[in-house]
């Protein structure tokens, strides 16, 4: 099976811009969760969706938005950037029911100028 | 907080020596996985190990549980430089709350010297 895939791998943005992020899982997969890694918080959870609905969300502003498809794409979405969200955006896939066991792709780097 | 903590930070060895790295958490949990990150990179799925398991092997891998501690353990036998990356370990809590979510530790920088 191929794995998770993220586009767009590399992104510049300014202050004050938006940007969207896309993340396919695993074929098969019905979770997606989004996670933000910065060297002074490490891994912060932003929020989870299965099956199209947002089950589960951080303590992330509400700048920070996501949704998913019926195809289980999910797409996050950082409206009104700050120079703080510079970060590697990860997205990983789950398809256990019982297990939630994770998958990550090669993430999204977003640096805002 | 619910994060994992792994000890130590940074881990230096030589290549052929084994790395054991530990991971604490607080509350009780359905399983405990293992990742490694190369240096900027996505996060690669090494382990996945089960509240009621104990110890679970994949390769030159071993992970070990105790509940009783809450702590759980890498060893990584005969390192190699390829190695050289970041561990995490990431908690899948019991509560409803957590659905989807895991909680990942600052991680350990091994690095392995040729």
């Known amino acids: 099976k191929a794995g998770v895939t993220q586009t767009p791998r590399y992104l510049i943005k300014t202050r004050g811009q938006q940007v969207t992020l896309s993340c396919s899982p695993i074929s098969g997969h019905r979770s997606v969760s989004w996670y933000q890694q910065t060297p002074g918080q490490g891994l912060q959870f932003l929020f989870e969706?299965?099956?199209?609905?947002?089950?589960n969300k951080g303590n992330f502003p509400g700048r920070f938005s996501g949704r998913q498809f019926s195809n289980s794409r999910s797409e996050m979405n950082v409206s009104t950037l700050e120079l703080g969200d510079s970060a590697l955006y990860l997205c990983a896939s789950s398809g256990g029911v019982v297990y939630n066991e994770q998958f990550f792709g090669p993430g999204t780097r977003l640096t805002v100028l | 907080s619910q994060q994992g903590e792994e000890d130590p930070q940074a881990l230096s060895i030589q290549e052929g020596e084994n790395a054991t790295m530990n991971c604490s958490y607080k509350?009780?949990?359905?399983?405990l996985q293992w990742y490694r990150q190369n240096s900027g990179r996505g996060l690669v799925h090494l382990i996945l190990?089960?509240?009621?398991?104990r110890e679970k092997h994949s390769g030159r891998l071993r992970v070990t549980l105790d509940t009783s501690k809450k702590s759980s353990s890498l060893l990584i036998t005969a390192s190699r430089a390829a190695d050289t990356a970041s561990y995490f370990c990431?908690?899948?809590?019991?509560?409803?709350?957590?659905?989807?979510?895991?909680?990942f530790g600052r991680g350990t920088q091994l690095t392995v010297w040729p």
């Open positions: 509350t009780s949990i359905n399983n």
């Open positions: 969706y299965f099956s199209e609905t947002q089950r």
């Open positions: 190990i089960r509240s009621n398991e």
């Open positions: 990431a908690t899948d809590y019991r509560r409803g709350s957590t659905l989807g979510r895991l909680y």
